[in-house]
């Protein structure tokens, strides 16, 4: 996580620079510390009063300004900060960057940041692609210290559609947080399930349950941090994950995606919500209401038990439970029926725990007796402390 560090945002004259008193606000949510310096272009579009409101930090945009903290500011700002952030990058800044122009109060600070750099573009697509543009994107991708986000595609200020957008605040976050955070998985590869499954009756209606996906998309991006190669599976979510993804509805389509990624995991956590039946039949046409009405059901695939049988002893397989009544008993029971290393037991009769809250509270359960309790805390933080609790 980044809670304490220090950011540096570098804002250049672009449209897109509306978009960074959000990112500031969810860099502050995380619990970091941001300054900002802009070039004298980028207050056009956003107001210092803004910035330094939202930072609660002096805004650093002219290098002789006589109120300046410090003398060098260019030099003490690159020294306080953890991680940089150039966002939006437009072209000209780009363009100086890549030749060590420094004129202004953002450029000299990036020559003198020698800690990451993110460096996020933002310009018409026929701009982003012109031959000096594109060559000077390279000359600083060779920087050691530097990254550049890729454009997102989309409706561009200029009235036209294609790339060149800057890549949402979201986006950039989980980039900065990806680069502060210490590579321990480095070269592992994870497959994750996450959220619910949806079991077709008819045209217009299902059988699933109250999971979000919540739990599952913080693991993934947990592991996605610490430098793991992640295959996400994942139900009907409102959650987002930048890494693989293979999108899915039902219990059989969970199924044939997990016991296909399987193989080559080294590290399987199963965390998804899965539906334990499903109808018998779906109908093609809208069921009308009866009063005696039945629905017959049939059992799903037990994905975590075909897993648990063909599980490889270099293989790290993991699980969860959630239960309302001998929770403990039921979550051992299932850690041993279905062959895993970990259950991660979770409590409907915890406040502030299981679905569709941004906490949990939950209790790891190891193969060989031990078990680890954890506080109630945000499921990011709970992720983290599950990851370094069975890895």
Known sequence: MIRGKHILIGISGGIAAYKIPELIRL????????????????????????????????????????????????????DWADLMVVAPCTANVIGKMASGIADDALTTTFLAMRKPVLVAPAMN??????????????????????????????FL???????????EPEDILEVAICALTKKTMQGKRVLITAGPTQERIDPVRY??????????????????????????????????????????TTAEEMYNAATEAFHTAGITILCAAVADFRPVTETESKLKRHDDMLLPLCPTKDIAADLGKIKRNDQLLIGFALETDN???????????????????????????????????VTIFAADGTSTSLPLASKAETAELIIEAVI
């Open 27 to 78: 860099f502050k949510k995380e619990g970091a510390e941001v300054c900002v310096c802009t070039t004298k272009n980028a207050l056009q579009f956003v107001t210092p009063l803004t910035l330094e409101t939202l930072s609660n930090n002096r805004v650093y945009s002219d290098v002789f300004a006589p109120h300046n903290e410090h003398q060098t500011e260019h030099i003490s700002l690159p």
């Open 125 to 154: 697509e026929n701009m982003l692609a012109h031959p000096a543009v594109q060559r000077n994107l390279q000359t600083i991708r060779s920087y050691s210290n530097v990254t550049i986000l890729e454009c997102d595609e989309g």
């Open 157 to 167: 200020a200029c009235g036209t559609t294609g790339k060149g957008r800057m890549q």
């Open 207 to 248: 059988i699933s349950n109250y999971s979000t996906g919540k739990m599952g998309y913080a693991i993934a991006r947990e592991c996605m941090r610490r430098g793991a190669e992640v295959t996400l599976v994942s139900g009907p979510s409102n959650e987002h994950f930048s890494g693989k993804t293979i999108r899915v």
């Open 327 to 361: 929770e403990e008993q039921n979550a051992l029971d299932k850690l041993r029926r279905k062959n895993f290393d970990y259950i991660v037991l979770n409590s409907l009769k915890d406040e502030g725990a299981g679905f569709g809250y941004d906490t949990n509270k």
